[in-house]
């Protein structure tokens, strides 16, 4: 019996549908299928009910899933007790978004570690999803997730299902960011209107929980601009912007020292309306280590700086 398996039988549990588990756990759908079907034959039981309307558990899959929980979780136990015993070593470990004061807030951070404690800490800059997904499924404590206010509703019910304590770290508006050399650079105050001719950098991998990718995209990235470029990194980003004065991003306020480095400019926009949110997430049961508090202190120093 493969431990993992278990695992997917719990999420498919969870979810009541494989599709959906299959996204959370980043698992195609027919390698799911296909282990339950293995733990289903090495049990001899018959986990799941599968219908049009979806799939239920059987009296035995109700006692497995039951049972697995709590292997599993004994399991998650003995691992960082024998981690904490064998390495002496405290562990920071977050996903965080694509923004400049929270990286700020990192490297301020760095610059606090103890010469005398051990440590190993882990910064990762990605979405949304996978932020909460590297704390529900992989080794991550923290998260920050970045949202549309007007998508409050979506997210909060995700992080609740998930088991995940939420607390609102600020909110703001994006501003432009462009190249010194850009024309829009001239413009004190910049339109929307202005923007059309010219090539908009993007988050290449947005999300929102329970809204489809063609309806985030039309609320997202209006059609009104006619070029974009993706792209993950955010170091990337500002090279791109730096180097073609025909590109913009729409990001939160970036540090003078940043915009100097890559010879950056940052505009408010007046007509742009959409206010965002930055919650700090974190598993319900677990209990913030003085590593974490020592960032979330540098954090919210770093917030009160660039973004009031």
């Given at each position: 019996?493969?431990?993992?398996?278990?695992?997917?039988?719990?999420?498919?549990?969870?979810?009541?549908?494989?599709?959906?588990?299959?996204?959370?756990?980043?698992?195609?759908?027919?390698?799911?299928?296909?282990?339950?079907?293995?733990?289903?034959?090495?049990?001899?039981?018959?986990?799941?009910?599968?219908?049009?309307?979806?799939?239920v558990l059987t009296p035995d899959g109700e006692l497995l899933?039951?049972?697995?929980?709590?292997?599993?979780?004994?399991?998650?136990?003995?691992?960082?007790?024998?981690?904490?015993?064998?390495?002496?070593?405290?562990?920071?470990?977050?996903?965080?978004?694509?923004?400049?004061?929270?990286?700020?807030?990192?490297?301020?951070?760095?610059?606090?570690?103890?010469?005398e404690e051990q440590c190993e800490v882990y910064y990762k800059?990605?979405?949304?999803?996978?932020?909460?997904?590297?704390?529900?499924?992989?080794?991550?404590?923290?998260?920050?997730?970045?949202?549309?206010?007007?998508?409050?509703?979506?997210?909060?019910?995700?992080?609740?299902?998930?088991?995940?304590?939420?607390?609102?770290?600020?909110?703001?508006?994006?501003?432009?960011?462009?190249?010194?050399?850009?024309?829009?650079?001239?413009?004190?105050?910049?339109?929307?209107?202005?923007?059309?001719?010219?090539?908009?950098?993007?988050?290449?991998?947005?999300?929102?929980?329970?809204?489809?990718?063609?309806?985030?995209?039309?609320?997202?990235?209006?059609?009104?601009?006619?070029?974009?470029?993706?792209?993950?990194?955010?170091?990337?980003?500002?090279?791109?912007?730096?180097?073609?004065?025909?590109?913009?991003?729409?990001?939160?306020?970036?540090?003078?020292?940043?915009?100097?480095?890559?010879?950056?400019?940052?505009?408010?926009?007046?007509?742009?309306?959409?206010?965002?949110?930055?919650?700090?997430?974190?598993?319900?049961?677990?209990?913030?280590?003085?590593?974490?508090?020592?960032?979330?202190?540098?954090?919210?120093?770093?917030?009160?700086?660039f973004l009031g």
């Amino acid at each position: 019996m493969n431990i993992q398996h278990l695992k997917y039988a719990v999420e498919i549990a969870k979810y009541g549908s494989i599709s959906k588990a299959s996204e959370a756990l980043y698992v195609a759908q027919p390698n799911l299928s296909r282990a339950i079907k293995e733990l289903e034959r090495d049990l001899g039981i018959v986990i799941f009910d599968r219908s049009a309307k979806g799939i239920v558990l059987t009296p035995d899959g109700e006692l497995l899933v039951q049972q697995a929980k709590s292997v599993l979780r004994h399991i998650d136990e003995i691992e960082d007790m024998f981690h904490e015993n064998k390495s002496g070593k405290s562990v920071f470990s977050i996903s965080v978004p694509r923004a400049s004061y929270v990286s700020y807030a990192f490297a301020q951070f760095s610059k606090s570690l103890s010469k005398e404690e051990q440590c190993e800490v882990y910064y990762k800059e990605t979405n949304a999803l996978r932020a909460v997904n590297n704390i529900v499924h992989a080794d991550y404590k923290l998260g920050i997730v970045r949202y549309n206010a007007r998508y409050d509703k979506y997210f909060k019910e995700m992080f609740e299902q998930k088991g995940l304590v939420y607390e609102l770290l600020t909110e703001f508006s994006y501003v432009l960011l462009m190249s010194a050399d850009s024309p829009l650079a001239e413009l004190d105050v910049p339109h929307v209107s202005d923007l059309t001719d010219y090539i908009e950098v993007a988050h290449a991998d947005p999300y929102v929980p329970s809204v489809s990718m063609a309806e985030l995209k039309k609320d997202e990235l209006p059609e009104t601009i006619k070029r974009r470029i993706f792209v993950y990194e955010r170091a990337s980003q500002f090279d791109v912007l730096a180097a073609n004065p025909d590109t913009f991003m729409w990001v939160s306020p970036v540090p003078q020292e940043t915009l100097d480095r890559y010879r950056l400019v940052q505009r408010k926009c007046t007509d742009n309306t959409k206010v965002y949110k930055d919650m700090l997430v974190y598993p319900q049961d677990y209990v913030l280590s003085a590593l974490d508090r020592q960032f979330i202190t540098e954090l919210m120093i770093s917030k009160r700086k660039f973004l009031g």
